[in-house]
């Protein structure tokens, strides 16, 4: 890779995430993983409770990136079509024509807020264009932009009218970001900021061919193959069917990380080490993505949830177990 490219990276990078940050007060670690989701190509679940900034945060990584955007506000009587678009009968002079009409997924960033309000077979729709960038209605496909991506807000699931997310669906977010409720120093300035004539607003500082440069310069980062071995078998020790895997995970995990948990620790990875100004990738940098890539694809067993076991504790044992066997 030419140095150049990875220093213009790092620039571009710092600026995208100081603009956000003005206007997303108290959530640094949530503007860094997310926009290292978009800069790897993938998608991203915002999870936090109501008042934390999730939908304010996904507005601002699509205003700041120049991408076209798309919103649906999810809920319990949305259908797929209302997503996807679908076909119309048209009257005309000349006889009724079939035309089909694309929905709001015909974006470069489509923002699916409080989407585990929507029912399963509405979230399922997105799984197509999610996967292939593409998807097929009436038999017929069609293809999206090449830079599109998904950024969905996500309530607590305990919370009233919600649905859980299918775990295909879940295993298709890149990474899962958790944005915290802000403490009363933050609110303060959340208030000050919010409450005068005009509030503060995120200016784009790239367009859309800028921001596909920087995702392929992305994917020219160096790794060893020892690097993506180490990944991989850390990422296998969160199944319980395999061999590295610890007690806790053997006793209290359904369901662990697949392939794709391995490649967001990979392409993140690839993020963080042009953010560190390398061109080549270390452990330190997939290491750095572990809670956010396999957070909401690990399912616990009832067993598990009896005993306290969540993503933090899984993580902390796996840790141990793949340090142990060196």
Known sequence: MVDDAARKFREQDLKLRSSIEEVILGQHDAVAASSAALLAGGHLLLVGVPGTGKTKLAEGL????????????????LLPADILGGETLLPGTEGDRIEFRPGPVFTQLLIADEINRGTPRTQSALLEAMQERAVT???????LDPLFSVIATRNPIEMEGTYPLPEAQ???FLLEVSLPDPGS???????AATTQEQDPEV????DPEQFAQMQRTVR?????DSVIERAARWVGATRPGDSAAPDEVKEGVRLGAGARALQALILCGKVEALRDGRTHMADEDWRHWRHEAIRHRLVISLEGELNGLGPTEIVSAVDRAVVHLG
């Open 203 to 206: 200016s784009p500082l790239l």
């Open 137 to 143: 209605i009436s038999g017929t496909r069609h293809l």
């Open 220 to 224: 020219r980062v160096i790794v060893a």
């Open 62 to 77: 699509a205003r700041v990136t120049g991408l076209s955007r798309g919103r649906v506000q999810f809920t319990p009587d």
């Open 170 to 172: 879940r295993d298709r």
């Open 185 to 191: 120093d933050v609110l303060a300035r959340i208030a």
